[in-house]
Antibody, heavy 118, light 107 residues
């Protein structure tokens, strides 16, 4: 069964940092483009960034709202994807989803909540 | 950036009705558009990809059409379990962008 499980969310102060993890199972994540999408409480969906597959050197793209603050990386040995978030702002408060970018965005994790507040 | 204009923002329809939701892109995105359903408190679920291809396991009452800048999601016969918010997403150009969503209620 194809599955994505996020972890690492929590409460962090403005200006702080956090690392989210996404563990993939049932498929080899390095073969696929992978994305992060977030949803602020009561709001719509916002694309955060993409990591292309191994064949494309895991190159990345980011939304303007997070570029320079967030970094997507991979660990092939753990079949995992990461989102390093720095200089966090209150407006980064959201549920963060890890998504497989195949056939559109076909598989989503359950999400992990990040709350940025003092 | 590609702006996605989704309409209507909400609608209320009866069981058995045919429902149509549209997304308009501010520039040509070919057919690189996907539709999601998000029930309250749940994870988004992919319905349609590449504008008109049905995601595996999704009922055939959902269909997508369009290319270029104008796209449509149709639910052929609305059922109570279709009560949800529907989003489009363009992946034809970075940064990817979502529509604002359409909330579908059952009368």
């Amino acid at each position: 069964e194809v599955q994505l499980v996020e972890s690492g969310g929590g409460l962090v102060q403005p200006g702080g940092s956090l690392r989210l993890s996404c563990a993939a199972s049932g498929f080899t994540s390095s073969d696929h483009y992978m994305d992060w999408v977030r949803q602020a409480p009561g709001k719509g969906l916002e694309w955060v960034g993409r990591s292309r597959n191994k064949g494309h050197s895991y190159s990345t793209e980011y939304a303007a709202s997070v570029k320079g603050r967030f970094t997507i990386s991979r660990d092939e040995s753990k079949n995992s994807l990461y989102l390093d978030m720095n200089s966090l702002k209150t407006e980064d408060t959201a549920v963060y989803y890890c998504v497989r970018g195949l056939r559109g965005f076909d598989c989503w994790g359950q999400g992990t909540l990040v709350t940025v507040s003092s | 950036d590609v702006q996605m204009t989704q309409s209507p923002s909400s609608l209320s329809a009866s069981v058995g009705d045919r429902v149509t939701i549209t997304c308009r892109a501010s520039q040509d995105i070919n057919n690189e558009l996907t539709w999601f359903q998000q029930r309250p408190g749940k994870v988004p679920k992919s319905l349609i990809y590449d504008a008109s291809s049905l995601q595996s396991g999704v009922p055939s009452k959902f269909s997508g059409s369009g290319s270029g800048t104008d796209f449509t999601l149709t639910i052929s016969s609305l059922q109570p379990e279709d009560s949800a918010t529907y989003y489009c997403l363009q992946y034809g150009d970075h940064p990817f962008t979502f529509g604002a969503g359409t909330t579908v209620d059952i009368k």
